[in-house]
């Protein structure tokens, strides 16, 4: 792969040779893009701006996800159980113990972080498929957990699943499960921070050691690197931003049930780092942004479709699920065959082709 | 901040050269034998080859040197350490650096960031100052990347540093790899075939910055080497392998008139006409 950079852009120190976006135009996209996330929520439905929420706590367990996938190379379906630790402590510090949602969202995320951090023990000896096997442990783990303890609130009866029910988080006078406007202040800060120190990890020499773990895990070892010791902190980091990610569901939420970290959850959220770019930390805001929009999109479709009066009534929800399954196969296989490494290869390609155009040679 | 040629960064910080001395070490992989009873010494500051035919132990060697193989009997002594029982990230911190006879080069990572991660343990933030970056973490990938422009600068890889490693070629991807080494500013540097599959051409520099590294860096240097020509050129000793066993070692002359190396390579004259 060749590196398509501007042309005429000469550095007179590291330090500007070392910066994230040195010219001009890509400080103004930034600019653009800042404009974009301060504007959306005056100008969207309540109903649009619930689905950019979404999208924000997606983006940030996806950026989780992927420091663990696609920059270590640690493959975990536990993606949906690290959430519900998350959800779960943040929850019950604020239930329990009447911690403000803040400190909360923080101690949750930590609680995760050592959660996450013991059940990346085993990749010391597992690698790849049998180490996604043992992520899915936690899975299992976890979920019989909060099935079955009793601290969580029994509101249904014994046997079925329980739920949670959240003591209502207050910022600026606003609760944020009822006002998309407060959670999505709130979740837009964070989504921001976490993409900002994220970028920042991989521009350190922990974040190299973790992409070396990923492609050369003995070199790595011979360079110095403690490849055990890194593995288990980039488990850590990851289950860290994954723990804040399911603590805003649960700060989002009236009530917190098991239903919403399920298997289905964890491979939902790898799709997101594969259709958006494994490796990558915009891709995994472009995945996530992806993969809930396109149910959305796709209901919008439906809706349309029954406009058109094709469809007899009833028969739209009887289809939906089946449409959204279908959409969500078809763009992962069609990644995986034409962009296997994402919208964000997608991004930089056309750049690059705009950057060389007409000499693309 | 201009790099100068006439600096000399690998003098501060390097940590303290010493003699490397491997003790009837043993090694085997259920009933394979790959080392029996071997023992050599290298001073510091000097070139030792080791050469052999295939299969002769000769990686392993560098493996367990290194730390990736742990002999099962033996010694060996790097100062104070005990290297057969180290594990192979703490080598690092005594200034001992490898190559690979296969490259394991970070392929999706860019030659910059390669020889950054050369750079990881002289590198001691941690997680939460890298993640704000600005300020400590920032200092410190700035002092150390003008350590890594001095190698670049050394292997005259300006011009593919920010490309990614997998793209390049063979020759460089070789020349990256003891790039990244160096990076380290070891002392002891294991190199395991440098030049296999290289043309004459690239065989020379090679060999040229292997010199450089010896001689102006004062880097004591262990290769492994197929081609007879460089191995005898510029090396200060070369050890014989063979099955496992050395069978000489010496200056390159002292190897070339020893009867047993003559015997492995060109085999045993059984009597008939010669």
């Not at chain 1, 989780?64 to 519900?84: E, H, R």
């Not at chain 1, 510090?93 to 959660?115: D, K, R």
């Not at chain 1, 942004?289 to 028969?315: N, T």
Request: aromatic share 10%; glycine share 10%.
């Amino acid at each position: 792969m060749m590196a398509t950079t501007q042309c005429g852009v000469f550095h007179e120190s590291y330090r500007s040779d070392m910066q994230l976006r040195p010219t001009t135009w890509q400080r103004l996209r930034v600019v653009v893009v800042f404009a974009f996330i301060i504007i959306l929520p005056f100008v969207a439905s309540a109903q649009n701006l619930r689905i950019a929420n979404t999208v924000v706590i997606a983006a940030i367990g996806a950026i989780g996800l992927n420091i663990l996938v696609g920059y270590t190379g640690q493959i975990s379906l536990g993606q949906g159980a690290f959430l519900a630790v998350g959800a779960y402590s943040t929850g019950l510090l604020m239930h329990y113990y009447e911690l403000p949602w803040p400190i909360a969202l923080v101690l949750g995320a930590l609680i995760t972080a050592m959660f996450g951090a013991v059940f990346g023990i085993p990749s010391l000896r597992l690698k790849g498929l049998y180490l996604a096997v043992a992520t899915l442990a936690a899975q299992q783990i976890v979920g019989w957990f909060v099935r079955n303890w009793d601290p969580i609130d029994g509101t249904k009866a014994d046997g079925a699943a329980r739920e949670l029910s959240m003591p209502r988080a207050l910022f600026f006078g606003d609760k944020l499960n009822d006002s998309e406007f407060a959670f999505y202040v709130v979740g837009m800060i964070a989504l921001v921070i976490v993409a900002v120190v994220a970028t920042n990890l991989f521009r350190t020499h922990i974040g190299r050691a973790f992409v070396a773990i990923r492609d050369q895990d003995i070199a790595a070892e011979v360079m110095g690197v403690n490849v055990f010791q890194y593995k288990l902190v980039a488990f850590a980091t990851s289950s860290f931003f994954v723990g804040l990610a399911g603590g805003l569901t649960a700060v989002h939420s009236t009530n917190i049930s098991f239903e919403r970290f399920t298997i289905d959850v964890s491979i939902e959220y790898l799709a997101m780092i594969i259709i958006g770019g494994l490796g990558s930390i915009s891709g995994s805001i472009y995945g996530a942004a992806f993969v809930k929009l396109l149910p959305e999109i796709l209901r919008d479709v439906g809706l349309w479709i029954a406009d058109q009066g094709w469809l007899a009534s009833g028969q739209l929800d009887q289809y939906l699920p089946f449409a959204e399954d279908a959409a969500f196969g078809l763009a992962i296989i069609l990644t995986l065959i034409f962009e296997p490494e994402g919208i964000v290869k997608l991004w930089s390609d056309l750049k690059a082709y705009f950057r060389l155009w007409p000499f693309s040679y | 901040m201009r790099v100068s040629k006439f600096d000399r960064p690998y003098e501060s910080g390097r940590p303290e050269r010493h003699q490397l001395r491997v003790e009837n070490i043993s090694l085997s992989f259920g009933g394979v034998r790959a080392l029996t009873d071997v023992s050599l010494t290298c001073e510091p500051g000097e070139i030792l080859a080791i050469i052999g035919p295939n299969g002769a132990g000769k990686t392993s060697m560098l493996n367990c040197i290194c730390g990736l193989y742990h002999p099962q009997k033996g010694r060996i002594m790097y100062g104070n350490h005990n290297l057969a029982r180290t594990s192979s990230h703490h080598l690092p911190k005594m200034g001992i650096a490898r190559t690979f006879q296969n490259i394991e080069l970070f392929r999706h990572m860019t030659v910059l960031n390669n020889l950054m991660l050369g750079r990881h343990v002289h590198m001691k933030k941690n997680i939460l100052t890298a993640l704000l970056y600005w300020g400590w973490a920032e200092r410190e990938e700035i002092e150390n990347r003008r350590f890594v422009e001095h190698v670049i600068d050394l292997l005259e890889i300006q011009h593919i540093r920010k490309q990614m490693v997998g793209s390049l070629a063979y020759g460089l991807q070789k020349r990256v790899e003891l790039g990244r080494a160096l990076a380290m500013n070891p002392g002891l540097i294991l190199l395991d075939e440098p030049m296999a599959g290289m043309n004459v051409e690239e065989k020379e520099d090679m060999a040229r910055f292997i010199l450089d590294i010896n001689e102006e860096w004062g880097i004591t240097t262990i290769l492994i080497e197929h081609d007879m020509g460089v191995v005898m050129d510029i090396s200060d000793r070369v050890a014989v392998l063979e099955f496992g066993r050395l069978i000489g070692i010496g200056t390159p002359d002292e190897v070339r008139e020893n009867p047993d190396v003559i015997r492995a390579y060109l085999g045993q004259d059984h009597g008939g006409r010669s």
